[in-house]
């Protein structure tokens, strides 16, 4: 068996959504762009411009 190279979840950063509240974890596409990452969604993004 082909030794793996994926990340174990559990070990992945987390930040907290800025407008849910929510937690949610690193993801591939956030790779460049993590640091400036606030929201777990585009439903969470838009939403920031009505509250």
């Known amino acids: 068996m082909p030794a793996s190279k994926?990340?174990?979840?559990?070990h992945l950063p987390t930040k907290d959504c800025n407008v849910c509240g929510r937690p949610f974890s690193w993801r591939k596409k956030w790779e460049r762009d993590?640091?400036?990452v606030k929201?777990?969604?585009e439903r969470c993004s838009r939403q920031k411009k009505t509250l």
């Open 6 to 10: 994926s990340v174990k979840k559990a």
């Open 39 to 41: 929201y777990c969604s």
């Open 34 to 36: 993590w640091e400036n």
